[in-house]
């Protein structure tokens, strides 16, 4: 059974940075796509970044050049670093093992001034 925890979110200003954790067990992780998605109040989920096994990474067009995506397939744990963070990037950040279907319980991140 795969289990995801998120871990990292919290209160920030607008122009801050936070940094997420996703550990995974129950999984052979380094062979897994790993995703994140958030989802805002009052707002469907989205998908915000992937990262293949190897390490590429793609992101969501609201969240580039401001967010980083990296995995250490070692810890078996993924990350996403975030920074210039804008109130509408708040929301619940969910991690996504996308190979097998499984998510985390989601960890809150709120941007405000």
């Known amino acids: 059974q795969v289990q995801l925890v998120e871990s990292g979110g919290g209160f920030v200003q607008p122009g801050g940075s936070l940094r997420l954790s996703c550990s995974a067990s129950?999984?052979?992780?380094?062979?897994?796509?790993m995703d994140w998605h958030r989802q805002a109040p009052g707002k469907q989920r989205e998908w915000v970044a992937s990262?293949?096994?190897?390490?590429?990474?793609v992101y969501a067009d609201s969240v580039k050049g401001r967010f980083t995506i990296s995995r250490d397939n070692a810890l078996h744990t993924m990350y996403l670093e975030m920074k210039s963070l804008r109130p509408e990037d708040t929301g619940v950040y969910y991690c996504?093992?996308?190979?097998?279907?499984?998510w985390g319980q989601g960890t809150q991140v709120t941007v405000s001034s």
């Open positions: 996504n093992d996308y190979s097998m279907g499984s």
């Open positions: 129950g999984s052979i992780f380094s062979a897994n796509r």
């Open positions: 990262i293949s096994p190897s390490g590429i990474p």
